[in-house]
C-alpha cells in the first residue's frame, strides 16, 4: 500500500518536473532575440537602472503569460483535444 503511493507521489512529481522544465525551456528560447528582449535591452541602456527594468519587464512577462494560461484552460475546457489540433492545423 505504501508502495503504490510512494509511486503515485513520484510520477506526480515527474510530471510536474516535466513540464515545468519543457516550459521554462521552450519560453526561454522562443524569447531570446525576440524585441521583447530587445526592448528591454534599449530600456536598460537608456535608464541606466537595470534592476528597475527587469521588475518592470519581469512582471509584464507573467502578465501576459497568466493571460495565456488562463485562455488556455477556458479554450481546453470548450474545446475537445482532437478538435483543438484540427483546428490549429488549419
Known sequence: MNSKLE????????????????????????????????????????????IIVFLGSSLALISSSIVGVLIGKWVSKKISPSNLLYLLVL
Open 7 to 50: 509511486k503515485k507521489e513520484t510520477n506526480l512529481e515527474k510530471s510536474f518536473l516535466s513540464i515545468f522544465i519543457t516550459t521554462f525551456t521552450t519560453i526561454f528560447i522562443a524569447e531570446l532575440g525576440d524585441k521583447t528582449q530587445i526592448a528591454t535591452l534599449m530600456l536598460s541602456a537608456e535608464s541606466g537602472k537595470p
